[in-house]
């Protein structure tokens, strides 16, 4: 084994530490939100506008970290981003008040966002640098990291969300400190940043091509929001238990899980546009077959096959826009994003209109325009 094989496995293994633990910070974050809304007497309106803060801020923190990511810049950018992030999380369980929750709201989006393209950018030099597909596997490590988080959060039910949010938020952010000296030699950092819209080896990434992928991630994230916000009362409204009701999202989660902990060899084998095309036609027919069924088992084999169909087809898009640089990225990152804020919203007013299994069909008819423009969009750009 070379010393450069070492450096990239270390890099790797560093880099599935700061996913895992952005995914518990999120789902410690969105599995106490009822205590947060209790403690500082939010009415549902006034939450709505916490977490509009948050998601304006993430908003904000995507394009400030795709104009700061360069890659002599990506260790301290990850450092403060994780430190950043779980310190945040501390200060939202001490907020009592409307202004103070919107305040660290702002603060806890932007963090995220700066530490997201920071991660995204530094897993594609990684990968570049391993020379075959990782990035599935790291953004597993977010899906487990977030069902950590949420069972962390189950089991602490007793407890108050406050010693929770600093007890996690000292933990993660004593953690990023100590890896300092590790990230400080993060393969890839000591490379000279690449012209705009170019990777080292000069293959520019077309206007058009880095939209498509934007889209396509827009219409893979709004998958993913019907899953959090609307698989429980699929499921409900088909009355079930409201146990099974909540199976419906786990096991929409650890499909996604197990779909990317394989999605690095699928990719490696047959490609990233092939392992996509035929990932989301398996989400559009499992969803689609799912919302349309009467029984709750079909229903949760719908939402799991769903989850396992998608579960590639973010990271290898982002390995896609990585050709563009952190730029890229971030700018696929930003539209991507709008859809998993804005989809729940949109199907819940479909649903108004018409039913809830007829406004489930839209993130399943995405996820078969997915499957269509696959090919276009991840196809290797020539130089």
């Not at 290898?316 to 563009?324: E, K, N, R, Y």
């Amino acid at each position: 084994m070379t010393r450069t094989t070492d450096s990239v496995r270390r890099s790797r293994g560093l880099l599935t530490g700061y996913f895992f633990g952005l995914g518990m910070i999120m789902a410690v974050w969105g599995a106490r939100m009822p205590a947060v809304q209790q403690a500082a007497h939010l009415s549902t309106a006034q939450l709505s506008l916490v977490l509009l803060a948050a998601a304006l801020g993430m908003v904000a923190g995507l394009q400030a970290g795709g104009r700061l990511t360069r890659p002599e810049r990506l260790p301290v950018l990850l450092t403060c981003g994780a430190a950043g992030l779980a310190g945040c999380l501390a200060l939202l369980g001490r907020c009592d008040s409307l202004p103070s929750l919107l305040a660290a709201a702002l603060a806890f989006g932007i963090t995220h966002g700066v530490l997201d393209v920071a991660a995204n950018s530094a897993a594609v030099r990684c990968q570049n640098a391993y020379g075959r597909p990782i990035m599935s596997s790291l953004h597993a490590a977010y899906s487990l990291g977030a069902l950590a988080g949420a069972a962390l959060a189950a089991v602490t039910a007793h407890t108050t969300h406050r010693t929770l949010f600093l007890t996690t938020g000292l933990i993660l952010a004593g953690a990023a400190l100590a890896a300092t000296p590790a990230t400080r030699t993060l393969t890839g950092t000591d490379q000279p940043p690449a012209p705009t819209g170019q990777d080292e080896t000069g293959v520019s990434l077309p206007s058009t091509k880095l939209w498509l992928l934007g889209a396509l991630a827009a219409a893979s994230l709004l998958g993913e929001g019907a899953a959090a916000d609307w698989a429980a009362v699929h499921l409900h409204s088909l009355d079930a238990s409201a146990a099974v009701s909540a199976a419906a999202f786990a096991l929409y989660s650890a499909a996604m899980a197990a779909g990317r902990l394989t999605g690095d060899r699928l990719t490696a084998t047959f490609g990233p546009a092939a392992v996509v095309r035929a990932g989301a036609v398996l989400a559009a027919a499992g969803l689609t077959t799912g919302v349309l069924a009467s029984t709750t088992s079909v229903a949760l084999a719908g939402w799991a096959l769903f989850g396992l169909g998608l579960s590639t087809t973010v990271p290898c898009l982002i390995s896609a826009a990585g050709v563009g640089g952190p730029g890229a990225v971030a700018t696929v990152a930003v539209t991507g994003y709008l859809g998993l804020l804005a989809g729940p919203a949109l199907i819940g007013a479909i649903a108004s209109i018409t039913t809830l299994p007829t406004a489930l069909l839209l993130p399943a008819l995405l996820a078969a325009t997915v499957a269509a423009l696959a090919h276009r969009a991840l196809e290797k750009p020539t130089p």
